[in-house]
């Protein structure tokens, strides 16, 4: 691996990391800035994990992921399964929610947009990697 991007990875693993206490105390706060903030962030932070999973894919496309696996989990509350797990084990809660809320789409929406800028803002201020000189 380049010596370059190991920080630039390193930081992206705690910017990703930062974002679960950040989302969680965003959800303390009072009505919908809680509410569409956490979710916000909900979506940053799988995008997050998503760069890191696979750090040399497009912003685009995994703030396209980001997106779906978001709302994929926000329709799976329209079932039982999250509020039978979370009965079962309730940290789960905090990662599949219990209730649906359209508005939750929305911001995840936001949060894999936000998330897409600030992946291609640092794909941008990557150093690019010089053609070999020969001695």
Same mark, same amino acid.
């Given at each position: ?69 978001? %709302? ?16 079962? =084990?309730?940290?789960?809660? =905090?990662?599949?929610?219990?209730? =649906? ?11 894999? %947009? ?22």
């Amino acid at each position: 691996m380049n010596e370059r991007r190991r920080p630039r990875r390193r930081l992206l693993v705690i910017a990703t990391l930062a974002l679960i206490p950040t989302g969680l105390l965003v959800r303390l706060l009072p009505g919908a800035a809680g509410d569409l903030g956490g979710g916000t962030l909900y979506a940053m932070l799988i995008a997050g994990l998503l760069a890191c999973l696979a750090p040399r894919a497009r912003p685009w496309l995994i703030g396209l992921t980001a997106f779906a696996i978001s %709302a994929a989990i926000e329709l799976l509350q329209l079932t039982t399964v999250p509020s039978t797990l979370a009965q079962a =084990f309730p940290p789960a809660r =905090f990662v599949l929610g219990t209730t =649906f809320a359209v508005t939750d789409l929305v911001a995840y929406a936001v949060g894999s %947009a936000l998330a897409v800028g600030c992946l291609a803002v640092a794909h941008r201020s990557q150093p690019r990697s010089t053609a070999r000189t020969r001695d």
